[in-house]
């Protein structure tokens, strides 16, 4: 360190407020009530946002509880929406597929869409996205989604090239709770 707590490159070594950031806030929460009936599952999801505006989603959501299933079926009453969509499919074993059909009643309109998804990021930073489940007891069960970004440390050294003989850059971590959702099953 150099007069002035600056390093040989002149920047300031940063605080570990800039290097590590956690938020609890989730942006996202949802409220799920569903009820098994006749080899299928009935869902209403009440969906509420507050990042980066607040909105409201309502959906009816049905699917097969067979462990091979392989679609489901949403109502938004809200949009007057429906859509068809297929199981995520496993291209990979980071990567998954989805596809779908909708319609919209308001637009008159039909399409399709699909997505690729993966728990990694990119954008030249590392990053996880994960849900964890917390059973509080039987038909109540808590979900949490949540984002770590994060960049290595890095540890650098020279000799004889006018670069520090020792230098580590110590990374940096931000994790947030993204989504809540409680889950109300019969």
């Known amino acids: 360190m150099e ?39 009935v869902g209403v999801n009440l969906e509420f946002y507050n990042a980066p505006y607040n909105e409201y989603l309502a959906k009816l959501v049905l699917k097969p509880l067979a462990p091979e299933r392989r679609w489901k079926f949403i109502y938004e009453p809200l949009h007057h929406e429906v859509r068809l969509l297929s199981k995520k499919i496993p291209v990979t074993k980071f ?9 919209s009643f308001q637009l008159q309109a039909t399409g399709w ?18 849900k964890t489940s ?24 020279a000799l004889g090239t006018g670069e520090p003989l020792f230098n580590m850059n110590s990374g940096r971590l931000q994790a947030s709770l993204d989504r809540v959702e409680a889950i109300f099953s019969q």
């Open 3 to 41: 007069e002035g707590g600056l390093s040989q490159s002149g920047e300031e070594p940063k605080s570990w407020d800039e290097l590590y950031n956690v938020n609890l806030m989730p942006s996202e929460i949802f409220l799920k009530f569903r009820k098994e009936i006749e080899g299928y599952r």
């Open 95 to 103: 990567l998954n597929l989805q596809v779908g059909v909708g319609h």
């Open 113 to 130: 869409k699909w997505k690729l998804t993966t728990c990694f990021g990119g954008d030249g930073i590392s990053s996880i996205r994960n």
């Open 134 to 157: 917390l059973g509080l007891c039987p038909g109540v069960d808590f979900r949490f989604g949540w984002k770590a970004d994060y960049v290595f440390p890095e540890v650098t050294g």
